[in-house]
């Protein structure tokens, strides 16, 4: 098949067909490559994912502390980059240069802010989804390193069947909104199993709502000065005796008036207090029944309350943050169960 007839093939063929192109592309220079070589830069490449990623997972609180994470994740694609010297890897070599680019656009920033990383979390997680990809196919090839346990263990802690669902949702959603939109996960492999289920669901509520109502369409993005891919960030974590989720977007932000006003229609608030209501107190009215800010009227507004019901039945609570024209963060505190904490204390004790 040549460029031309891909070419009038559908958008979602001619990506596959790009993917596909992109796998024999790899899978051909790990032959070629010196095993032994090869092996080394196996175990250096799987470190790196979990320190890059351990790095993304640490809050920033001020502009020093973040330009400090920029700096450290810019050395650790450093010494990846002196690792592939030896070795021709060419698709690992253009998403490390592209992660470079990324990050060393926002080091060049006056100001910075949290914010600030997320599209750049975008091409950081595809450089590291793609060397799990490339250990992966060179695992069958090379000897395994000496400490294969702890080999197994990280290129478990890598994956997630859970991250993998999301992005076929995001994917779907993107689609029908036509919107371009990339999701990041972090931690999802740390999900309790018997949550995965709620965790789905709640979380492809919250996608949904944050594709259809969060995000801008390209055009508008673009007119915004914000890259026309919008971006999805996903962390799960433990924080002492709960479970922290945090589910945010880079889309222009909750609208305060406009939620007071459809709780007004909806009769759950009347006028006067709805004048009087604080922005953040009206932000979380959004997980009521029935309330949608939405233009079409057939939507109802049944999401967030899924998100809510989902909540109070784990026994956990939510805050929301939102910047208009920015962002939008919920972060979820959720109890970790009894019988969890009981296993882990008689874990330590042995």
Known sequence: MNDTSICALSPATQAEI???RDQRDLYRSLLLAEPAMLAAFMTHALETVERIRSSLRTPTRDAVTFRGKIQRLLAELDN???SLLELHLPTVESRLLSARSALREIE???ELSGNDLLPAMVVLEELCSHLIIA???AAVHVAPPEDQQDFDEVRRHAQSKLAIALRQLVEKFSAEQGKQVALVTMGLDSVPEDWLASLFDMLGALLRNGIEH???PPATRRERGKPEEGTL????????QSFELSVQDDGGGLDAQRIADAAVKLKLLDMAAAEMLDPGRAVTLIFQQGLSTAADPVRRGHGM???RDYVQRLGGRVQVATKRGQYTRYRFLLPIPYEDTQEQAAAQAS
Do not use: K
């Open 80 to 82: 990846l980059g002196e």
């Open 233 to 240: 960030l996903i962390e799960f974590s433990r924080m002492g």
């Open 108 to 110: 060049t920033r006056i």
């Open 214 to 216: 969060g995000i801008e």
């Open 135 to 137: 250990c992966d196919c």
């Open 305 to 307: 309350q899924i998100v």
């Open 18 to 20: 790009e993917t596909l």
